[in-house]
């Protein structure tokens, strides 16, 4: 089954390419290249068609040849990153979220920075060392563009963005990419941007911040705005991306999932959870899916298998499922699966994935840049309804207060709910 981990998987791939620094400024497009990338906007167009499942679902064919051909003419006064850029665009205009053009699956590099939009603000929740200072502080501007405008410029490109959730994660994702702010026209250099912080004690802050490779962009971000939780030690760890901890006196364990193993292994952590549970008599379960953009739902599902056998849960009000925006793919699947087999309440925001949606993820390389582009093969109804992200039972949206503080809001929630039934 081909899911949004056959690209995670390219990703990982590209950065020993992305770790050479792309210390020079992008010159418009060269004779050649020109020719090449027209070559390579004529195979996109037609394996496109011939791949997708149903290519002019929201876009008509009329307008999105009308798009290509027009960015074809441009070719000659654009340089690499705009061309990316419009790539990115053009290909939203297919409307669903594993039809990308990636710029992740390129040479590409990061500011030191991650980003969370909370209550409409550009919060920073990740730094490098060097820039730990501004943990929390609000993003103003990059290069003398305000913020808001930043957004509207690369709210049409970025992806994946199936409704305004997921819209809301990759947004914050892609304002650390050098290579889009640029291609986008925002930064007027590329290696080097001027970010304006406003700070959480009322102070403007200008920083010049080069930017540095994925590699280190992934182990540099170090500093970090955590959620706190009463599940600091895991009891069973498959890795640190799937973990249980349980809390004795409540009765109650968390179980933490953020990226999918292979099958044998999530068989085995399963038939382990379900074990723990039984023997330490747990009542209530978490799971957590609000860091999990997806994998394989099967796996997923085999997760829940070991867990329906567990009799000492409360399967009338015990099982909780915790969703977000960046709940997307299989993990928004699964978010569905637990709602329908472990009578699970969700809760949280909704998830970034729609349930009724175009998906299962395809993929081909363009000839002659071996750019990667992905593509919907498949047609998901997951619900009845049509709705922009599965809607938990209980919607809870982080506040900027508790964004700041390190509050968990949703988490807040399930365990009060919990002490109230026991009561």
């Not at 590409?108 to 943990?135: C, M």
């Amino acid at each position: 089954m081909k899911t949004i981990t056959t690209l995670v998987a390219v990703i990982a791939a590209t950065c020993a390419v992305s770790a050479q620094a792309l210390t020079q400024q992008p010159l418009t497009l060269a004779p050649q290249q020109v020719r090449e990338w027209r070559e390579d906007i004529t195979f996109y167009r037609s394996a496109l068609a011939e791949h997708h499942i149903d290519l002019y679902h929201t876009a008509s064919k009329a307008h999105f040849d009308e798009e290509l051909d027009r960015l074809v003419a441009r070719l000659p006064e654009l340089n690499e990153f705009e061309v990316v850029f419009e790539m990115m665009r053009i290909t939203r205009l297919v409307g669903d979220g594993h039809t990308q053009f990636p710029v992740m699956a390129g040479p590409h590099q990061h500011f030191p920075l991650k980003f969370r939009i909370v209550n409409g603000d550009v919060r920073v929740f990740a730094t490098s060392d060097a820039y730990g200072q501004y943990l929390g502080a609000e993003l103003v501007s990059i290069d003398g563009v305000p913020i808001d405008a930043v957004l509207e410029t690369l709210s049409p490109a970025v992806q994946p963005a199936e409704n305004e959730y997921g819209l809301l994660h990759s947004l914050a994702f892609h304002l650390t990419v050098d290579n889009i702010l640029y291609g986008a026209g925002i930064t007027n250099e590329y290696g080097s941007a001027r970010f304006v912080f406003a700070t959480p004690d009322g102070q403007i802050a200008p920083e010049q911040i080069n930017s540095v490779s994925m590699g280190d962009f992934l182990s540099q971000t170090t500093n970090v705005i955590e959620r706190r939780s009463p599940f600091p030690e895991p009891d069973l760890a498959l890795s640190d991306s799937l973990w249980l901890s349980t809390d004795q006196a409540s009765r109650t364990a968390y179980l933490y999932f953020s990226s999918y193993p292979d099958l044998e292994d999530m068989a085995l952590f399963a038939q382990s959870v379900s074990r723990h549970l039984e023997t330490n008599e747990i009542r209530n379960l978490i799971i957590d899916l609000r860091d999990n953009g997806g994998g394989d739902f099967y796996v997923g599902l085999a997760l829940s298998s070991p867990i329906l056998m567990t009799d000492s849960l409360d399967w009338n009000q015990g099982i909780y499922v915790l969703t977000g925006r960046a709940t997307y793919s299989a993990a928004m699947t699964n978010a569905v699966h637990y709602r329908q087999l472990l009578n699970a309440r969700l809760v949280g925001e909704p998830t970034g994935g729609n349930p009724v949606a175009y998906s299962e993820l395809g993929s081909f390389h363009l000839p002659n840049s071996g750019r990667m582009v992905t593509f919907s093969e498949r047609y998901y109804r997951l619900q009845t309804e049509v709705t922009h992200g599965v809607q938990p039972d209980v919607f809870i949206q982080p506040s900027r207060d508790d964004f700041l503080a390190g509050r968990d809001a949703a988490l807040d929630w399930v365990l009060s709910d919990i002490r109230e039934s026991q009561n």
